[in-house]
C-alpha cells in the first residue's frame, strides 16, 4: 500500500464545491438551456407536493405555473454577471396559493433553482427593522465600536446564540474582533484561528458566495437525482443548500454547535473576514431574513471600506507633511548624506522605531538600536534581492536574511526603503523583539490521524484557549506605517536623484539629444538636398534664359525656406496656414497687403502639409504676380479658409480685377506643384480653373493633415496678455511628467499662478491611482514616457470631461494627437505663460458651460 502524506493541505484539496447533496431546508431543480430539467434533488417531489415524479427531459413549463416560469425566465435574464444570483420572494410555484422563495443562479450550461418555503411574517419584520438598524452604524465612533455594533445588530436579526467577526490576517490566520453573543454562550472573543480552519478552496467560495448556512449540522443531506448523471458532477458553489463538508461536520460539531451561518466581508474585491454566526440548536431562518442579514454585511463592508479610505487619507496627509519637511530642509542641499540624522528623525513621531540606519552615497549613520556598519554591510545582497525596488516590512529578518542573526540580540524586525536605483541606498527602521502570547482557539498544529474521513487531518475537539509563546519577532508593522515608509521613498528618490544623479542624467541626455538632433539633421539635410535637387531638374524647362532659372529656382527654394523658419519657430509642430499666406503675400505686395484677403478660421498644419502647401501657395502667389490679380494695381486675391462635413480643409482661391486671364498653352512644372502636390502627397484634392475675370483654384486637405484645437498654448496667453486679461488660478491641476527636474519645476511655476493642488506623476498608472481621488480641473500630459505613450489616460481623461493639454518635444507626435479633443499642445520648452494660456482655455469653457 501506497504511503498518503497527510498534513494540513489535504483540506485544501477536497472538492467541497461538488458535493452531490444538499441540505434538506429546501429542494433543487436543475435545467438546460432548453427549459428540459436536468437534475433535481431527491426531495422535490415531496418538498413541492408534485403529482409527478421528476424525470431528465421533463419540460419545466409541464411541472410549474405558466406564470411563475414567465418569472423565472425574467430573473435568469439578469444574470448578466460572472457568479451573478437572482432571488425571488413569495413566488407562487405551482399556482395553488403556495408562495416559495428562490434562488437562481447558472452552473456551466445549466440553471439552478434552489426552493425553499416563504415566510411572509419574517420577510416583513426583517425589512422594517434593517433601515432604523442599519442607522446606526453611521454614528459608530471607531472602528472597534463598528465592529461590535454590527455583530449586535445581527443577531438581533438572526436571533442566534453568537454573532462573531472573524478577520483575516496576512498569513491568512484569523482572529475574533468582535462578538455578541447570550450570557450563556461561550465566548471566542480575541481567540486565534489558524489558516487551515478555512482551507484556500473555501476561502475562495466565501468570495464568490457570501452567505453560508448549515441550518443542522445533525441534520440528514439530499442526494441530487439522477446520481449517475452523464453530464458529471453538478458545481454547486453558488449554491445557498449545498451540503457540508463532512470535515466541516465534525469541526463544528466538536465546537458544540448545532447550527451555522457566515456571511463574508468583501472590501475592494478581496476577503476581508467573514461574520460566524452560531447557535447551540437547529434554527430555520428563512430566506428573506438571511438576505436582510447580508445587507447589513454590505453596509458593514461599505462603511468599513470608507474608515480605510479615511485613515489612509490621513496617512497620506502626514506624509505629505514629512515630504515638506525634508524637501525644505534640503531645498539648497547638495549632500544628502550629512542630513541622514535628520530624515530619520523627521520618521520618529510617525513609525514607532527603536533605531534607525541610513546607507548613502558610501555613508553609513546609524542611531539608536541599530547594527554596526560591518554588520549591515553582511546583509546588504540579501536586502537588495528582498527589496526588488519596494519597501521590505518584516518582523523576523533573521527568517528572510539569515545573516541578520548577528544582532538579532538588539534589533529583529526591519522597514527596509530602497532610496535609490543604485545597490546599497538605503534607510532601514529597526524593532527590537517583542516576545508575545498568540491565544489560540485550542493547538493550531492539528494531531494528523487517522479518523473518520480517511487519511486526512482530524478537526481538533477542544477549542480551549491555548497560548503560545512566540519569539525573535518584533511588533507589526502596519499598513499605515508602510505607506508612510512608501512616501518617503518617493521623497528620498526626489532628493538623490535631484542631487546625486543630476550630472549623470544631464550628461546621458545631452548625449541623447545630441545623438537624436544628429540623425534628425542627417535626415531633413538629405530630404531637402533630394528635394533641391528635383526642384531644379524639373524648373530647367520653364526658365528662357540663366536669369529666369535662378528667379524660378530662388522662389520656390525661398518658399521652403520661409516654411521651414515657421515650422522651427513652432520645434517642428504645426503651423498656421494664414502666417505662411501673409510670408508669401509679402513677397509680391510689400505694403500692400490688403491686396490678399484671408477669410475664415486660421488652420494649423502638421510639417510635411506645411511643407506641401508652402509650395503651392508660391507658385499660386508667384503666377497672380505675374500674370493674375496681382500684376498691376486694381486686383485683389481673396483666399477662405473653411471646414467640410468630414473635418477637411478647404482653400478657395479666387482673383479678381486683374487683366483677362487666359488659360496656360503648356503645362509647367508650377502648374504641376499646383494640381498634382496636395493629391500626390496629401491625398488631398486640387482643381484650378482660369476664368476670363480670374483665376479660380479649390484645394483640399485631408483633417489627418490639420492639427486639432488651436495649437500651442502660447498664442491664447500671448493674446490674454496683450488684451489685459485676468485669468482665475485653477485649484486642482494634474502635472504627468517622466523628467522630474520637468516636472518639479512646472510645479514651481503653477503653485507661483495660484493653484492649490498639483499632483504629479510620471507614469500612467501613477495618474490613474490620483484621478481615483478626484478629478483635476486640467490635466497636462507629457506625451511621451519612456517606454508607453499618455495617450489612453487623455482619452479616458477626456471622457470624463477633464479638459487636456498635451506636450512634446517632437513634431512627429503631433499626428498621434490629431484625433484627441484636446484645449492645447505644448511644444516643449513651455513657460509661465504658456500655462496661463491652458488657464484661460479651461476658465473659457467653464463660462460656456
Not at 430566506?287 to 445587507?295: H, M
Not at 480551549?464 to 508593522?477: K, M
Not at 473635418?647 to 499646383?674: C, H, K, M, Y
Not at 485649484?731 to 498639483?758: F, S
Request: net charge negative.
Amino acid at each position: 500500500m501506497t504511503d498518503v502524506r497527510v498534513d494540513l493541505t489535504n483540506c485544501d484539496r477536497e472538492p467541497i464545491h461538488l458535493p452531490e447533496q444538499i441540505q434538506p431546508f429546501g429542494a433543487l431543480i436543475a435545467i438546460g438551456t432548453d427549459w428540459l430539467v436536468r437534475r433535481w434533488s431527491a426531495n422535490a417531489e415531496e418538498f413541492l407536493d408534485l403529482d409527478r415524479q421528476l424525470e431528465a427531459g421533463s419540460p419545466l413549463r409541464e411541472i410549474l405555473a405558466r406564470k411563475a416560469v414567465e418569472e423565472l425566465r425574467d430573473a435568469m435574464g439578469l444574470l448578466d454577471e460572472t457568479d451573478a444570483v437572482e432571488r425571488i420572494f413569495g413566488l407562487d410555484l405551482l399556482g395553488d396559493g403556495t408562495c416559495y422563495d428562490i434562488a437562481l443562479h447558472q452552473s456551466g450550461r445549466q440553471y439552478v433553482f434552489e426552493i425553499e418555503h416563504h415566510d411572509a411574517a419574517r420577510q416583513m419584520q426583517s425589512l422594517n427593522n434593517l433601515r432604523p438598524l442599519t442607522r446606526q452604524l453611521e454614528t459608530t465612533a471607531n472602528e472597534a465600536e463598528l465592529n461590535t455594533r454590527t455583530c449586535d445588530i445581527l443577531r438581533e436579526i438572526l436571533g442566534m446564540d453568537r454573532v462573531m467577526l472573524y478577520k483575516f490576517h496576512h498569513d491568512d490566520t484569523g482572529e475574533v474582533i468582535a462578538e455578541s453573543r447570550s450570557e450563556d454562550t461561550e465566548s471566542f472573543f480575541g481567540l486565534r484561528y489558524p489558516a487551515s480552519d478555512i482551507p484556500k478552496q473555501a476561502r475562495a467560495l466565501y468570495v464568490r458566495n457570501v452567505l453560508r448556512i448549515i441550518a443542522d449540522v445533525n441534520g440528514e443531506t439530499v442526494p441530487v437525482m439522477p446520481r449517475d448523471s452523464s453530464s458529471g458532477p453538478l458545481d454547486l458553489s453558488l449554491s445557498t443548500l449545498r451540503a457540508v463538508s463532512p470535515i466541516h461536520v465534525e469541526y463544528l460539531k466538536n465546537m458544540g454547535v448545532a447550527a451555522s451561518l457566515s456571511i463574508s466581508v468583501i472590501v475592494r474585491g478581496k476577503l476581508w473576514g467573514l461574520f460566524a454566526c452560531h447557535h447551540s440548536e437547529p434554527v430555520k431562518l428563512p430566506f428573506s431574513v438571511r438576505t436582510a442579514a447580508e445587507l447589513l454585511a454590505q453596509m458593514f463592508a461599505l462603511t468599513l471600506d470608507q474608515r480605510i479610505s479615511d485613515a489612509a487619507q490621513r496617512t497620506a496627509e502626514r506624509g505629505r507633511e514629512i515630504h515638506d519637511r525634508v524637501m525644505i530642509r534640503l531645498a539648497d542641499e547638495d549632500n544628502v548624506a550629512d542630513n541622514l540624522p535628520m530624515i530619520i528623525d523627521s520618521l520618529k513621531g510617525q513609525i514607532p522605531h527603536d533605531g534607525a540606519s541610513a546607507y548613502i552615497e558610501g555613508k553609513y549613520v546609524a542611531r539608536g538600536q541599530a547594527p554596526t556598519e560591518e554588520e549591515f554591510l553582511a546583509i546588504v545582497p540579501k536586502l537588495q534581492a528582498e527589496l526588488a525596488g519596494d519597501v521590505l516590512a518584516v518582523e523576523s529578518l533573521a527568517g528572510k536574511i539569515p545573516a541578520a542573526e548577528a544582532f538579532a540580540d538588539r534589533v529583529v524586525g526591519a522597514l527596509a526603503i530602497p532610496v535609490s536605483r543604485t545597490p546599497r541606498d538605503y534607510l532601514v527602521l529597526w524593532r527590537k523583539e517583542l516576545r508575545k502570547t498568540v491565544t489560540w482557539a485550542g493547538n493550531p498544529d492539528k494531531p494528523v490521524t487517522t479518523g473518520p474521513h480517511g487519511e486526512r487531518l482530524t478537526p481538533r475537539e477542544s477549542f480551549a484557549a491555548w497560548e503560545q509563546e512566540v519569539e525573535g519577532y518584533s511588533a507589526e508593522w502596519s499598513e499605515a506605517e508602510v505607506r508612510l515608509a512608501q512616501m518617503m521613498r518617493v521623497t528620498l528618490l526626489e532628493v538623490l536623484l535631484r542631487i546625486a544623479a543630476t550630472t549623470m542624467r544631464e550628461r546621458e541626455e545631452s548625449r541623447q539629444k545630441q545623438d537624436l538632433l544628429i540623425a534628425e539633421l542627417n535626415h531633413r539635410v538629405r530630404n531637402i538636398l533630394t528635394l533641391i535637387r528635383g526642384l531644379i531638374g524639373q524648373s530647367r524647362h520653364e526658365a528662357e534664359d540663366i536669369a529666369s532659372f535662378a528667379e524660378i529656382v530662388g522662389g520656390r527654394i525661398r518658399a521652403l525656406a520661409n516654411a521651414h523658419d515657421a515650422l522651427t519657430a513652432e520645434n517642428w509642430s504645426p503651423a498656421s496656414l494664414k502666417r505662411l499666406i501673409e510670408i508669401e503675400a509679402e513677397a509680391y505686395v510689400s505694403g500692400k497687403a490688403d491686396r490678399v484677403v484671408i477669410e475664415g478660421e486660421d488652420a494649423l498644419l502638421n510639417p510635411t502639409a506645411y511643407s506641401t502647401l508652402a509650395l503651392v501657395i508660391h507658385e499660386m502667389m508667384t503666377n497672380a504676380a505675374k500674370y493674375g490679380a496681382l500684376c498691376d494695381r486694381t486686383g485683389n486675391v481673396t483666399v477662405t479658409l473653411s471646414r467640410d462635413a468630414d473635418n477637411d480643409l478647404r482653400i478657395a482661391w479666387r482673383e479678381t480685377g486683374g487683366p483677362a486671364v487666359q488659360a496656360p498653352e503648356r503645362r509647367g512644372f508650377g502648374s504641376t506643384i499646383i494640381e498634382r502636390s496636395i493629391p500626390f502627397e496629401l491625398k488631398g484634392d486640387a482643381k484650378i480653373r482660369y476664368r476670363l475675370g480670374g483665376v479660380e483654384a479649390d484645394f483640399c486637405v485631408p483633417a489627418s493633415c490639420v492639427a486639432r484645437g488651436r495649437g500651442r498654448s502660447a498664442s491664447l496667453s500671448d493674446k490674454a496678455i496683450k488684451e489685459g486679461q485676468q485669468v482665475e488660478p485653477l485649484q486642482h491641476v494634474l502635472l504627468v511628467e517622466d523628467n522630474m527636474i520637468i516636472a518639479m519645476d512646472t510645479e514651481e511655476t503653477l503653485r507661483e499662478l495660484g493653484v492649490a493642488k498639483v499632483d504629479m506623476a510620471s507614469s500612467v498608472k501613477e495618474a490613474r491611482r490620483l484621478v481615483e481621488n478626484g478629478a483635476p480641473e486640467l490635466a497636462v500630459l507629457d506625451y511621451n514616457l519612456g517606454d508607453e505613450t499618455s495617450e489612453p489616460l487623455a482619452r479616458e481623461l477626456i471622457a470624463q470631461g477633464v479638459p487636456v493639454a498635451m506636450a512634446t518635444g517632437y513634431g512627429e507626435a503631433i499626428r498621434d494627437l490629431d484625433d484627441l479633443d484636446v484645449i492645447g499642445i505644448l511644444a516643449k520648452p513651455y513657460d509661465r505663460d504658456d500655462l496661463l494660456g491652458l488657464f484661460g482655455r479651461v476658465r473659457g469653457s467653464d463660462q460656456q458651460g
